[in-house]
């Protein structure tokens, strides 16, 4: 393939690290609504279409809640907090939950009977009325977005993985000093000029030595940067990692440790023997939908929170919910540790994608991820191949 | 000698309808007449998707895929040749409708071949995701006019090819099922172990479903190319994917009827409400509200109450009574609530009509309108108290 | 003259062995049964002769031919037909069209001719038809031939997937529990049907059932599996007394 030096030729290694801290941050993300998807596909074998819509949802929880908080764009409301943070998760995952319930309740647990097309027709109807019934009734044009203000977690942490050359920081630092003598010269004449647009040659010249001085220092700096890899993340993103990291842990808790969580393993391993077994399995069903759906308005929470500016209208779920969806069928459909990793890795390739230079087909790889995966091994990653009973 | 007769009256009797239409067409707006050519292309559309999923059982709901195949075949191909070639608007039309089945036969052959051991559910995220490929490539090709478009010239306008087309793809679909050749897709459909084990090539009948199914999408590409004079990415989004199955869903999967009228139906509700400006949004959460009660109460009805036929059609007649009462009640009520006193326009009510179509149709009457029954002359002699062939040869 | 010859024919699903090294030959015009508990591989067994399944290894040979691995529908072009034990009749067609799929693997129109509704094309369809009707005649069911298949009764549809599977007109039958859910009545017409089929159309039979009484009554030769071996073979007499299979059945008195 003749197209390979090319490529190769265009990548940037250095911002490399960068962007795959970057795809792990928002595979967190796709790891969270791939949960809700492989879980429900465990217990009712069913594509639940309408997930990404939930996820809609959640996002538009949040805005609401931030509004009620006074975080509105007209408004003045200037500090936030970790307890209004914690609140609005808290508010979103709720919601989301109980929709995802109300869905299965009157949606799916009709068609249960029926055959899964029958689902997966129903699913996609939820979903198409989710969204363009959403759209006559929340607001979405201009498409809102919640305030910066809602995040108190400013500034950056940076992780030097390569230093910047200290012998040429050194000699920039040096130059330092001369920038700003040099300003404070031209600072000082200015006082005595009238016009700051027409300079006496005396201004002129303090000025072109203090824009000298200070391209030198600029020059010099960013030598010294040249072959040094930071890698930054906004604390908020971090905040979000460990939030997704502690909703796993407690979801692993659940479902290994609890009596509810053995009841949902039970159903999604053998439907009918559970219920023989004396499991309420419509309990069962919306309890995992509860749980799947309220991952999702975490994810939904977080995303629209900490990735500042992210413009939310009811069609906000569509792209997230299928390369989510397509996580949990790369990860092994049914198998949770395969959603998480399914998610992580769809972030990477989408981020690997961009980075690559082919950032216009970023919403292609997914499907293409999809389509490989299904043809080569339907079972995903982690998960098994059963065998049809003739 | 009779059986050539018949055939060669009722193909001149279509081409006459078709000419008919297109008469008719010519004396009225811009707007009725594509009116007329969009209906005639979405027959063709659903037709032919329902012979991949109501005749053959799959499950393919990426079907704007071909359908933009087609299109962009005939629009690349207007661009490149249409000037070197100097045919007449007709048989160029006609030629840019093979070529285009043909492009978008091999596409379906491409998507069809390796999905086809995928089962239900899998099946159709592929299909969808197959579309979605092809609308995002064909995004990125300069050469096909990139995220903008491709503009096609010549404009060619005629009503008479896409409802020619329309019926060409009925009858082919009709001819397959009167003959045996048609049971193979059928017992696949229906199951495909048994199938193979009586020597159905399984994996062959499917891909010839896709492939004759994506041709004719293709063909409806090439006609709506031209017409519309210009091709882009966001004419054949997942949406019109989506609507095409919810005319296959609604006329009844396997019915060829059900999809035709299905597809004249579901076609022209949406631009019909268009006429509505100034809709209250409260009417139209009302609305929602008297829907859902109106399901739920249906639903009961249907599976817990055991009268006779005329009771049961009582209680439905009551229930869309209660329904439009509790309408205006809510509708007067929720007009108080400020975000819902506005007022919309009747066209974005387009997808909204079709998911709660969608999702209605699933909870009430899942076998669509006709559910696996096709209009026949025995079932119009039938009405008129004559004997029907049946009957006449007992 | 040999038609059907399994030799140490295996299949392994994971640990399980479900069909363990099994051997038997059928001879052309053969009345055969196949008998064991449940989970002895029977089912297992013809889903490996049909092409189902690919044997593990071991070899299955047909008219001369190795078929292991085969495709089932080329399987069913080569002359095998079968019946299911869970009845896989095609549910919203026609008692008539039912048998037609099975007889449409004879077909010789193409495709295009059917799309064009040619006068070829309509007249082999009438002669398949009537070729069913004939069918249907001999499993007593041509009164029925326009009763959507799911509508009928349980022994009716048993007797519907006989008729199909023999309008492939195949040289050897496979019939998976024939008789279950029939009442004794049934049985006696199946019993006899059988026969009739045998003597009458030339077919070779391989049937699998549990009912003891038909199964002596029916079959000229019996192999007997017991999870996935073969403990014994012969006829009827001598696996009625045989130790061991009494030991692996317990099944009703003879």
């Not at chain 2, 559910?121 to 197959?130: C, M, N, P, S």
């Not at chain 2, 004249?264 to 008297?290: C, H, Q, W």
Request: positive net charge; contains cysteine.
């Amino acid at each position: 393939m003749t197209v390979l030096p090319d490529l190769l030729a265009g990548l940037e290694f250095s911002t490399l690290p960068q962007q795959l801290v970057n795809g792990i941050l928002l595979g967190a993300i796709y790891a969270l609504i791939a949960l809700g998807y492989t879980m429900v596909y465990g217990v009712l074998k069913l594509i639940n279409f309408a997930h990404g819509e939930v996820f809609m949802l959640g996002a538009y929880t949040a805005l609401f809640t931030s509004w009620s908080f006074g975080f509105t764009q007209a408004g003045n409301k200037q500090d936030s907090s970790p307890g209004i943070l914690i609140l609005m998760l808290i508010v979103s995952m709720t919601v989301c939950g109980i929709v995802g319930v109300l869905i299965e309740r009157f949606a799916y647990r009709p068609m249960r009977s029926q055959p899964r097309i029958a689902s997966l027709i129903t699913a996609i109807g939820i979903s198409l009325l989710l969204q363009y019934g959403g759209q006559l009734f929340l607001p979405s044009s201009p498409p809102p977005s919640i305030s910066d203000k809602v995040n108190p977690f400013k500034g950056n942490i940076e992780i030097p993985l390569k230093p910047a050359d200290s012998a040429l920081l050194a000699q920039a630092e040096q130059l330092k000093a001369k920038v700003t003598r040099t300003k404070a010269a031209y600072d000082e004449q200015l006082k005595s000029e009238k016009d700051s647009f027409n300079l006496s040659p005396v201004g002129k010249e303090l000025r072109t030595a203090s824009q000298d001085a200070e391209r030198d220092y600029r020059n010099a700096i960013d030598k010294a940067n040249k072959d040094a890899l930071v890698i930054t993340f906004p604390q908020g993103q971090v905040i979000m990692l460990v939030t997704t990291v502690v909703l796993m842990i407690i979801l692993t808790w659940l479902v290994m440790k609890t009596t509810a969580g053995r009841a949902m393993r039970a159903a999604s391993l053998d439907f009918d023997a559970a219920s023989l077994m004396g499991i309420n399995v419509n309990t069962v069903i919306a309890f995992t939908f509860f749980i799947g759906s309220a991952l999702a308005g975490a994810g939904a929470m977080m995303n629209a929170s900490f990735l500042g500016g992210t413009k939310i209208d009811t069609f906000f779920g569509m792209l997230p919910g299928v390369k989510a969806f397509v996580a949990a069928v790369l990860g092994g459909i049914g198998n949770i540790p395969g959603a998480v990793l399914g998610g992580i890795l769809m972030g990477l390739a989408e981020t690997m994608v961009i980075w690559a230079g082919y950032g216009n087909y970023k919403d292609a790889i997914a499907f293409i991820v999809l389509i490989v995966v299904l043809l080569v091994k339907p079972g995903g990653l982690l998960g098994s191949n059963k065998v049809e009973k003739v | 000698m009779k059986f050539w007769g018949v055939r060669l009256a009722s193909i001149l009797g279509a081409v006459a309808f078709c000419f008919l239409l297109e008469g008719v067409a010519q004396g009225q707006s811009s707007f009725v007449q594509r009116l007329f050519v969009l209906a005639g292309l979405y027959v063709t559309l659903a037709v032919s998707l329902n012979l991949i999923n109501g005749i053959t059982g799959q499950f393919s709901i990426g079907h704007a895929a071909f359908y933009q195949v087609g299109a962009y075949t005939a629009g690349f191909c207007a661009s490149r040749f249409f000037a070197q070639l100097n045919l007449p608007p007709a048989a160029w039309l006609l030629l840019m409708m093979i070529t285009s089945a043909i492009t978008a036969g091999l596409a379906g052959l491409l998507v069809g071949l390796p999905s086809l051991r995928l089962k239900g559910d899998y099946l159709a995220i592929v299909t969808l995701g197959f579309g979605e490929i092809i609308r995002i490539f064909a995004q990125n090709q300069e050469a096909l006019g990139g995220a903008y478009g491709l503009t096609v010239a010549p404009k060619i306008q005629y009503v008479w090819a896409a409802w020619l087309l329309a019926i060409l793809c009925i009858a082919v679909c009709r001819n397959l099922l009167r003959t045996a050749h048609g049971l193979p897709f059928l017992a696949v459909r229906e199951d495909e172990i048994a199938s193979s084990a009586m020597g159905v090539n399984v994996t062959q009948t499917k891909v010839v479903a896709f492939v004759l199914g994506s041709m004719f999408a293709g063909a409806a590409g090439a006609i709506l190319a031209h017409f519309e004079s210009f091709v882009s990415p966001p004419m054949f989004t997942m949406d019109v994917s989506f609507t095409i199955v919810t005319m296959v869903v609604l006329g009844g999967t396997g019915s060829i009827t059900g999809s035709v009228l299905a597809a004249i139906l579901l076609f022209y509700l949406p631009e019909k409400m268009r006429d509505f400006t100034n809709i209250p949004l409260s009417g139209v959460a009302a609305a929602f509200v008297a829907i859902s009660a109106a399901v739920f109460a249906i639903r009961w009805v249907m599976q817990n109450f055991h009268g006779t036929a005329k009771d049961r059609a009582i209680r439905y007649l009551g229930i869309v009574v209660g329904a439009l009462v509790i309408w205006f009640i809510s509708k007067a009520l929720l007009g108080n609530v400020p975000s819902l006193k506005e007022n919309i326009d009747g066209s974005k009510l387009r997808m909204v009509v079709f998911s709660v179509t969608l999702v209605v149709l699933m909870l009430l009457r899942p076998q669509g309108m006709l559910g696996h029954h096709e209009f026949s002359w025995d079932w119009v002699r039938s009405k008129f108290g004559k004997p029907t062939v049946k009957e006449a040869t007992a | 003259m040999s038609l059907l010859q399994l030799d140490q024919a295996t299949i392994k699903f994971g640990g399980l062995i479900a069909v363990n090294s099994v051997s038997f030959e059928l001879k052309k015009g053969d009345l055969f049964g196949l008998i064991g508990p449940n989970g002895a591989g029977k089912t297992t067994c013809f889903n490996l002769i049909t092409g189902v399944y690919k044997p593990t290894s071991g070899k299955i040979t047909f008219d001369g031919k190795e078929i292991g691995g085969t495709p089932a529908n080329k399987i069913a072009n080569l002359g095998i037909a079968r019946t299911f034990q869970n009845i896989r009749l095609f549910k919203s067609l026609s008692v008539l069209e039912n048998v037609v799929v099975g007889g449409f693997l004879r077909h010789k129109t193409p495709l295009i001719s059917a799309l064009a509704y040619l006068p070829n094309v309509i007249k082999e369809t009438e002669s398949l038809k009537a070729e069913a009707m004939e069918l249907l005649k001999i499993v007593n069911l041509d009164k029925v031939a326009d009763v959507r298949s799911a509508d009928l009764s349980y022994g009716m549809q048993r007797r519907l997937e006989i008729a199909r599977a023999m309008a492939t007109q195949p040289k050897l039958l496979l019939l998976d529990e024939p008789a279950a859910g029939m009442n004794p009545q049934e049985k006696e017409e199946l019993n006899a049907m059988v026969k009739h089929i045998r003597d009458e159309v030339g077919l070779t039979v391989l049937l699998i059932e549990h009912d003891m009484r038909f199964v002596m009554s029916l079959c000229e030769r019996i192999v007997v599996l017991d999870a996935g071996k073969e403990i014994a073979a012969g006829p009827p007499d001598a696996i009625r007394s045989d130790p061991k299979v009494i030991a692996a059945y317990l099944g009703e008195a003879v």
